[in-house]
């Protein structure tokens, strides 16, 4: 049987970058990737959004890593040429009854310690960004935008570079802990001993959980898959920052708005409904088109009425329809048996912001 210090379960934006940020420490690192080849599911199909923790509560992993990855993020990007821009974003009222919300919203931002933010008029908002309607807003400097691919294809080449193995089109299919660690089981028939196993699978993340024989409804671990699709308009102009709406009372969601390529193109999106079943599905039509069509009018001044479906993802939330808010699950799993075991489970957003991070917050959870 093969033996390791390190076995990451997905090759996804924190499965990578947890992967760089232990491979200069431990020498033998292998991630298995049941798809051909890195960030195929959320790391890949989201907003790419550089957020900047102005959302989340205070003292959550959440807001802590999100302003932590903020940083990091930058400056990794800069030093390894990542296509990035440091646009800022502005997150608007549309209607005086979302004037208090932006103004929570600032507070909470400046108690989690998100720097630069204020308070803008709609003229202020205007002047930046003629295309936008809004009565007031929030502007956040530290927002940005990246190119999530060249990303984790640093992430994966600097950890190859150190040595790490990655095999793709590999599953796991039963994870068996023994006295020396864990001997994780692939659906390519091989087992592979490994002192430390971390959980990085995403979507699956909680079927990984249970295959290490953890109750994952007692645990509080079950996924709820909620698909968000992005709409576009050929009459869309280029823009400079991020425009944002108040979000979503439920917590479901930041709200339809602007998503911002490095070329400076734009669509929008994404929205947020819980599928039925845990499947994933990427499948677009325009079924959804009438809430695109109630939700950007209101904030983009240009005639968008042919907006069209182009791209979706799916977002791994323990937050199911009508709950609170749930914070990330970062933990090793030795109150239950299991140390060694570290289950990175909810992984939404800020995950991709938070990447680097949480790959940092594993490193000392090990």
Same mark, same amino acid.
Request: hydrophobic share 35%; net charge negative.
């Given at each position: 049987?093969?033996?390791?210090?390190? !076995?990451?379960?997905?090759?996804?934006?924190?499965?990578?970058?947890?992967?760089?940020?232990?491979?200069?420490?431990?020498?033998?690192?292998?991630?298995? $990737?049941?798809?051909?080849?890195?960030?195929?599911?959320?790391?890949?199909? /989201?907003?790419?959004?550089?957020?900047?923790?102005?959302?989340?509560?205070?003292?959550?992993?959440?807001?802590?890593?999100?302003?932590?990855? /903020?940083?990091?993020?930058?400056? +990794?990007?800069?030093?390894?040429?990542?296509?990035?821009?440091?646009?800022?974003?502005?997150?608007?009222?549309?209607?005086?009854?979302?004037?208090?919300? !932006?103004?929570?919203?600032?507070?909470?931002?400046?108690?989690?310690?998100?720097?630069?933010?204020?308070?803008?008029?709609?003229?202020?908002? &205007?002047?930046?960004?003629?295309?936008?309607?809004?009565?007031? %807003?929030?502007?956040?400097?530290?927002?940005?935008?990246?190119?999530?691919? $060249?990303?984790?294809?640093? +992430?994966?080449?600097?950890?190859? $570079?150190?040595?790490?193995?990655?095999?793709?089109?590999?599953?796991?299919? #039963?994870?068996?802990?023994?006295?020396?660690? +864990?001997?994780?089981?692939?659906? #390519?028939?091989?087992?592979?001993?490994?002192?430390?196993?971390?959980?990085?699978?995403?979507?699956?993340?909680?079927?990984?959980?249970? &295959?290490?024989?953890?109750?994952?409804?007692?645990?509080?671990? #079950?996924?709820?898959?909620?698909?968000?699709?992005?709409?576009?308009?050929?009459?869309?102009?280029?823009?400079?920052?991020?425009?944002?709406?108040?979000? &979503?009372?439920?917590?479901?969601?930041?709200?339809?708005?602007?998503?911002?390529?490095?070329?400076?193109?734009?669509?929008?999106?994404?929205?947020?409904?819980?599928?039925?079943?845990?499947?994933?599905?990427?499948?677009?039509?325009?079924?959804?088109?009438?809430? +695109?069509?109630?939700?950007?009018?209101?904030?983009?001044?240009?005639?968008?009425?042919?907006?069209?479906?182009?791209?979706?993802?799916?977002?791994?939330?323990?937050?199911?329809?009508? $709950?609170?808010? #749930?914070?990330?699950?970062?933990?090793?799993?030795?109150?239950?048996?299991?140390?060694?075991?570290?289950?990175?489970? %909810?992984?939404?957003?800020?995950?991709?912001?938070?990447?680097?991070?949480?790959?940092?917050?594993?490193?000392?959870?090990?």
């Amino acid at each position: 049987m093969d033996s390791t210090d390190i !076995i990451i379960i997905g090759a996804g934006a924190v499965g990578l970058a947890a992967a760089y940020e232990l491979s200069p420490k431990y020498r033998h690192i292998i991630v298995l $990737e049941k798809e051909d080849t890195f960030g195929r599911h959320t790391s890949s199909r /989201n907003s790419e959004t550089i957020h900047s923790g102005i959302y989340y509560p205070q003292n959550t992993l959440k807001a802590k890593l999100c302003l932590r990855g /903020n940083e990091l993020l930058y400056s +990794f990007m800069k030093h390894q040429d990542v296509s990035h821009i440091k646009c800022g974003k502005y997150i608007i009222a549309t209607s005086k009854d979302e004037i208090p919300e !932006i103004e929570k919203l600032k507070i909470n931002g400046e108690l989690n310690g998100v720097p630069g933010l204020s308070l803008v008029t709609g003229h202020e908002i &205007s002047s930046a960004e003629p295309d936008v309607n809004a009565l007031m %807003g929030v502007h956040v400097p530290t927002a940005g935008v990246m190119n999530s691919y $060249e990303l984790m294809k640093r +992430f994966e080449s600097m950890s190859k $570079e150190n040595g790490v193995l990655f095999a793709y089109r590999t599953g796991v299919s #039963r994870i068996e802990k023994v006295h020396d660690g +864990f001997t994780v089981h692939t659906d #390519r028939g091989d087992s592979i001993l490994a002192e430390v196993v971390i959980n990085c699978a995403g979507l699956g993340s909680d079927m990984i959980a249970a &295959s290490c024989g953890i109750d994952v409804d007692a645990a509080g671990y #079950r996924l709820k898959y909620c698909k968000g699709e992005y709409y576009k308009s050929e009459n869309t102009g280029r823009m400079k920052s991020l425009v944002y709406p108040v979000p &979503s009372p439920d917590g479901k969601s930041l709200g339809i708005h602007t998503r911002m390529f490095t070329d400076g193109t734009i669509v929008f999106g994404p929205n947020a409904y819980y599928l039925k079943k845990n499947e994933i599905d990427y499948s677009l039509n325009n079924d959804r088109r009438d809430e +695109f069509m109630n939700s950007v009018p209101l904030f983009i001044k240009r005639d968008v009425s042919d907006m069209s479906v182009c791209d979706c993802g799916i977002r791994p939330k323990l937050q199911g329809p009508g $709950e609170k808010f #749930r914070d990330f699950v970062i933990r090793d799993e030795g109150d239950r048996g299991l140390k060694g075991l570290v289950n990175c489970i %909810g992984i939404e957003s800020p995950g991709l912001t938070s990447s680097l991070a949480i790959a940092e917050y594993i490193a000392e959870i090990i």
